[in-house]
């Protein structure tokens, strides 16, 4: 038995479109242990929501997994029928969704719809046991009032609400790995740091493993162990959360935090924000999908892949100037033992 809950090995997920074959995500690769949070960031369009529904396998047509394997506990995700995937939704896997406003049905009541993801999983509880564990798990996200509550509808229940709701809705199985796939975007500031206290807390009671797909590095900081920086359908960098924010190694990493505004600059200094326009997918570069934007572009990124090479202890990154240090590291200690 592997001790990582979930193991993403060399993942291609492509969208094949009247235009051409778009590679949303291209050999990508990760994992995840029991009782983590991985956050995968990167800016709109980098592939992080892509590769979260293909774990639950919820990608729709014309999206289709062209190549890797996904392995859960062991077992290969990619291999399961509908039936093996819905028993694996809900009880082993939850997810939330981006936008809390339109993932909920407007025309039933918010413990309907709970007791629904309930029922779907275990046939055998009775409905009034289902009431029960609906208003319960609307208390451990916080929500007042959870038996009066439970009888309201998705219209009655601000944001910040919906948005607990829906945590309510992913964890009522008890899954062990939950996505969280942007939960803050649509949410005011003070919500948003309400939810993650709220996930920091209950990933803290429960155990599970987490992975929080998200743009924003202020969020990464607050809630993740580990982080891959993820950019055009590739992983430019990959480490704890230390190793990130306090000595990144990729360019494109370096230019995120850069371009991150630091309440504790007495200077203000100008915010730097990175150059040029994402990659066309439809037409990707042959080198590092990086290269056109990268202010450390030489002639073989813009013709070759990099690597992903080790900067340090479970800290990778794939650039060229890792190659470039490495050979002039190599040349200066054999001229000294010369």
């Not at 949070?37 to 592939?47: F, H, N, R, T």
């Not at 208390?139 to 948005?163: T, W």
């Not at 990130?244 to 504790?264: E, Q």
């Not at 900067?311 to 240090?325: M, N, R, T, Y």
């Amino acid at each position: 038995m592997s001790e990582n809950l979930l193991e993403v090995k060399d993942l291609k997920v492509s969208f094949f479109t009247p235009a051409g074959e778009v590679k949303a995500v291209d050999g990508i690769s990760y994992s995840i242990k029991e009782n983590e949070v991985m956050g995968i960031v990167g800016e709109s369009g980098s592939g992080k929501s892509v590769e979260a529904y293909s774990i639950m396998g919820l990608l729709q047509q014309p999206g289709k997994v062209v190549g890797g394997s996904i392995t859960f506990d062991g077992e290969d995700v990619l291999s399961y029928n509908k039936e093996q995937y819905r028993e694996f939704r809900g009880q082993k896997a939850g997810m939330i969704f981006q936008n809390p406003m339109t993932c909920l049905n407007p025309v039933y009541t918010i413990g309907d719809q709970l007791m629904e993801a309930l029922r779907c999983h275990d046939k055998s509880i009775s409905k009034q046991e289902a009431k029960k564990r609906a208003i319960e798990m609307l208390e451990l996200v916080g929500i007042n009032n959870a038996d009066k509550r439970v009888d309201q509808y998705p219209h009655e229940f601000s944001g910040g609400m919906r948005q607990r709701a829906m945590i309510a809705m992913a964890m009522i199985c008890h899954p062990r790995l939950l996505i969280a796939d942007e939960p803050t975007t649509a949410l005011d500031v003070t919500i948003q740091a309400q939810i993650l206290e709220l996930m920091k807390d209950l990933q803290k009671k429960t155990g599970m493993a987490i992975i929080f797909i998200t743009h924003n590095l202020g969020v990464v900081a607050e809630i993740c162990d580990r982080v891959s920086v993820m950019y055009a359908g590739h992983i430019m960098e990959q480490g704890n959360v230390n190793d990130i924010f306090y000595s990144p190694a990729h360019p494109y990493t370096k230019g995120l935090l850069r371009s991150m505004p630091n309440l504790g600059d007495e200077e203000r200094t100008r915010l730097i924000p990175i150059e040029g326009t994402p990659v066309d997918l439809l037409d990707p570069p042959k080198g590092c999908s990086f290269g056109p934007r990268c202010e450390h572009c030489m002639k073989v990124c813009l013709t070759k892949k990099p690597p992903l090479m080790e900067v340090g202890e479970g800290h990778i990154s794939a650039c060229w100037l890792h190659v470039k240090e490495m050979q002039e590291q190599q040349k200066a200690a054999k001229e000294e033992k010369a």
